[in-house]
Nanobody, 118 residues
Framework: QVQLVESGGGLVQAGGSLRLSCAASGIIVSINVMGWYRQAPGKQRELVASVGSGGSTNYADSVKGRFTISRDNAKNTVYLQMNSLKPEDTAVYYC????????????WGQGTQVTVSS
């Protein structure tokens, strides 16, 4: 049974930082594509960042230079370090995984709320 458990969300002022964690069980993060999506109220869910099995990373233009995705293979955990946060980053953030392409995730976490105040 695959489980992705996110943590680390919360309320932060604009310009602040948060680090989200996604602890995985039932899969091995190092051999799957792992990603972070977000969904703001009234908007579609969007892919924020991903890391492939080979370690390559991709970011949405809106977060490039501010967010960093990483993984700890020993802990089977993926992280999203978010710096210079903006009010428009406010959303529910979801961890996701897929065997080949993160564009079609196979499993999702339950989500963690990130709220950035101005």
């Amino acid at each position: 049974q695959v489980q992705l458990v996110e943590s680390g969300g919360g309320l932060v002022q604009a310009g602040g930082s948060l680090r989200l964690s996604c602890a995985a069980s039932g899969i091995i993060v190092s051999i799957n594509v792992m990603g972070w999506y977000r969904q703001a109220p009234g908007k579609q869910r969007e892919l924020v960042a991903s890391v492939g099995s080979g370690g390559s990373t991709n970011y949405a233009d809106s977060v490039k230079g501010r967010f960093t995705i990483s993984r700890d293979n020993a802990k089977n955990t993926v992280y999203l370090q978010m710096n210079s946060l903006k009010p428009e980053d406010t959303a529910v953030y979801y961890c996701a995984t897929a065997p080949f392409t993160i564009a079609t995730p196979r499993f999702w976490g339950q989500g963690t709320q990130v709220t950035v105040s101005s």
